[in-house]
């Protein structure tokens, strides 16, 4: 079993919808990334977490380190959120350990 | 502030040779990370440098090898190239490290003939 495991693998939605990325860790954490890829290979950090909740824009992350567990959630979907949406977990070794990825495409 | 550089983009070798890879970090900087994706594996931790100590190795082999030099600058070396280093290589800077925003660079793709 994989230390980060991210749910759905992948998916496909409509301008508009609400947008939920599940990440579960099975290690303890130091910070929890979350990272977007577009197609080309740039990657972007979106979120760096370690409890609770952050928001930016459109974008929301949470938390829940009892229950080993983080969301990314998107409002408000546009085509341009097409992405790979990526959960990394830091384990207070300077080395991050990442999920799978989950791509998500946005049809207008 | 300028963003992460590497250099070069896009590299062929063939089997056998040896290759280095450049990341110059954010001015301030002084982590440097990189990492290797590919489609089977996707993202997988090499080693993180801060102020030239190297901090973690990843469960790569010993021809996987790094240096960060006095600037922050780091360079990466793959020695006797195997097809299956075929990949993306990133590199990503921070402040201090895993618990701060990682900033990535656009990439090294590295092709294996």
């Known amino acids: 079993k994989n230390e980060v495991e991210q749910s759905p693998q992948n998916l496909t939605a409509q301008e508009g919808e609400f947008i939920t990325i599940n990440c579960s860790y099975s290690?303890?954490?130091?910070?929890l990334h979350w990272l977007q890829q577009h197609p080309g290979g740039g990657i972007v950090s979106l979120f760096m977490?370690?409890?609770g909740k952050k928001k930016h824009g459109r974008l929301i992350a949470t938390i829940n380190i009892q229950e080993k567990h983080s969301s990314l959630h998107i409002t408000a979907s546009h085509p341009r959120d097409s992405a790979v949406y990526i959960c990394?977990?830091?384990?207070?070794?300077?080395?991050?350990?990442f999920g799978q990825g989950t791509r998500l495409t946005i049809n207008p | 502030k300028a963003g992460v550089t590497q250099t070069p983009r896009y590299l062929i070798k063939t089997r056998g040779q040896q290759v280095t890879l450049s990341c110059s970090p954010i001015?301030?900087?002084?982590?440097v990370s990189w990492y290797q994706q590919t489609p089977g594996q996707g993202l997988q931790f090499l080693f993180e440098?801060?102020?030239?100590?190297?901090?973690n190795k990843g469960n790569f082999p010993g021809r996987f090898s790094g240096r960060q030099f006095s600037n922050s600058r780091s360079e990466m070396n793959v020695s006797t190239l195997e097809l299956g280093d075929s990949a993306l290589y990133l590199c990503?800077?921070?402040?201090?490290?895993?618990?701060?925003?990682?900033?990535f660079g656009p990439g090294t793709r590295l092709t294996v003939l």
């Open positions: 990503a800077s921070s402040s201090l490290g895993e618990t701060d925003t990682q900033y």
């Open positions: 290690v303890g954490i130091s910070a």
């Open positions: 977490l370690s409890s």
């Open positions: 990394a977990v830091g384990q207070g070794a300077q080395k991050l350990v």
């Open positions: 001015s301030g900087h002084r982590s």
């Open positions: 440098y801060f102020s030239e100590t190297q901090r």
